[in-house]
Antibody, heavy 122, light 105 residues
Framework: EVQLVESGGGLVKPGASLKLSCVAS????????MSWVRQTPGKTMEWIGD????????NYAPSLKNRFTISRDNAKSTLYLQMSNVRSEDTATYYC???????????????WGPGTMVTVSS | DIVLTQSPTTMAASPGEKVTLTCRAS?????MNWYQQKPGASPKLWIY???KLASGVPNRFSGSGSGTSYSLIISSMETEDIATYYC????????FGSGTKLEIK
């Protein structure tokens, strides 16, 4: 059974840094691209970025690429999201997702973790 | 970025009623994916590649469309279909629609 479990969320002050983790199980982690998606309290969904299965390539939403960094440790089946200089608008639930790319034709998120909540407030 | 506009924002349907949810893109996209989210839960893949049902999705659901206009269709509404449905386009800068909340009448 595929499982993705995020951790590391909480209350942080504006300008601080935070690192989220996502432990994967039930599949060969190193075979898959992975992604982070966030959902604001108002339910707006925003893609943050992706990382290639071997960690050699990352792609980010333009509005976030200067502050957010995605990495992975395939030996630990763990995905990370480093957030820096956080702002109130970063308040959201952060989801770790597995990317499925069938024959490089379709790209979609086939499994999602339960999410970890990040609240940015002074 | 490609903007996805979903309509209606909210709708209520009676059991057995046919339901059509729409997603319009600001520019042409190759295909559309859909996710179902129930209150307090994370989203689930529902339809990918415009018309392919994810594993476990009832066959009363279908997807169609091309270019800038896509639809998720429920042939006969059931209580368990109460949820918010989001469309999502790929690629380059991936974006989501704002969702359609589906309620039972």
């Amino acid at each position: 059974e595929v499982q993705l479990v995020e951790s590391g969320g909480g209350l942080v002050k504006p300008g601080a840094s935070l690192k989220l983790s996502c432990v994967a199980s039930g599949f060969t982690f190193s075979d898959y691209w992975m992604s982070w998606v966030r959902q604001t309290p108002g339910k707006t969904m925003e893609w943050i970025g992706d990382i290639k299965y071997d960690g050699s390539y990352t792609n980010y939403a333009p509005s976030l690429k200067n502050r957010f960094t995605i990495s992975r440790d395939n030996a630990k089946s763990t995905l990370y999201l480093q957030m820096s200089n956080v702002r109130s608008e970063d308040t959201a639930t952060y989801y770790c997702t597995r990317v499925n790319t069938i024959a490089a034709i379709y790209w979609y998120f086939d499994f999602w973790g339960p999410g970890t909540m990040v609240t940015v407030s002074s | 970025d490609i903007v996805l506009t979903q309509s209606p924002t909210t709708m209520a349907a009676s059991p057995g009623e046919k339901v059509t949810l729409t997603c319009r893109a600001s520019s042409s996209v190759s295909y559309m994916n859909w996710y179902q989210q129930k209150p307090g839960a994370s989203p689930k893949l529902w339809i990918y590649g415009t018309s392919k049902l994810a594993s476990g999705v009832p066959n009363r659901f279908s997807g169609s469309g091309s270019g800038t206009s896509y639809s998720l269709i429920i042939s006969s509404m059931e209580t368990e279909d109460i949820a918010t449905y989001y469309c999502q386009q790929c690629c380059s800068t991936l974006t989501f629609g704002s969702g359609t909340k589906l309620e039972i009448k």
